[in-house]
């Protein structure tokens, strides 16, 4: 069975702190695709970023990184120099080649930038 | 940009009532998706299409039906609403092809009193 977990539930951080939201996942499948969305208070799920399971290069985006690493199932997410507008919920999710329409869903990471 | 919109923010209706949340979508995408998001249970999906008349079960579909007429369109109905389906609902669509991402509309609040 696909699982993934996101462990920290809330986090918050004063701005300009670095902050790395963990994410593990389960498959036995060898190929899959994982994701970060990102949902502010408004409600809407923002996609951030796709990664394939062949592709465990690392990503930078402006204040964004992502760390994807078979070999612990992870794919975790930093934050630098964190600011308040990144006050959000934030997803982590996998999906499988074999049923790419099902998404399954972390259960999210609270994270409140304190001014 | 995607953009995928949805009829209303917030909705209160009455036990029993049928309920149509619409969700419109203007990048051609094939696939279409609703999802409830509740505390505690994360987002699970209700229904989704991969094509216009074509609609597969989630993982939730009991109190739930879709009609997807045209291809930009993917409408939800709750046939007779209930007060376990206060909920925010969340409509979403993908290319078909070899990206995976979903892209998500503002999300309607529903409350049934």
């Known amino acids: 069975a696909q699982k993934v977990t996101q462990a920290q539930t809330e986090i918050s951080v004063v701005e300009k702190e670095d902050v790395t939201l963990d994410c593990v996942y389960e498959?036995?499948?060898?190929?899959?695709?994982l994701f970060w969305y990102k949902q502010p208070p408004s409600g809407e799920l923002v996609f951030l970023i796709r990664?394939?399971?062949?592709?465990?290069q690392n990503e930078i985006s402006g204040r964004y990184s992502w760390n994807f690493q078979k070999s612990t199932s992870s794919f975790n997410f930093t934050i630098t120099a964190s600011q308040v507008v990144d006050s959000a919920v934030y997803f982590c999710a996998l999906t499988l080649k074999t049923s790419y329409d099902k998404v399954i869903f972390g259960p999210g990471t609270s994270l409140s930038v304190i001014p | 940009d995607v953009k995928v919109t949805q009829s209303s923010r917030y909705l209160v209706k009455r036990t029993g009532e049928k309920v149509f949340l619409e969700c419109v979508q203007d990048?051609?995408?094939?696939?279409m998706f609703w999802y409830r998001q509740d505390p505690g249970l994360g987002l699970r999906l209700i229904y989704f299409s991969y094509d216009v008349k074509m609609k597969e079960k989630g993982d939730i579909p009991e109190g739930y039906s879709v009609s997807r007429e045209k291809k930009e369109r993917f409408s939800l109905i709750l046939e007779s609403a209930s007060t376990n389906q206060t909920s925010m609902y969340l409509c979403a669509s993908r290319a078909f092809g070899v990206t995976y991402e979903q892209y998500f509309g503002p999300g309607t609040r529903l409350t049934v009193t």
């Open positions: 990664r394939n399971s062949f592709d465990e």
């Open positions: 990048m051609d995408h094939e696939n």
């Open positions: 498959t036995r499948d060898t190929t899959y695709y």
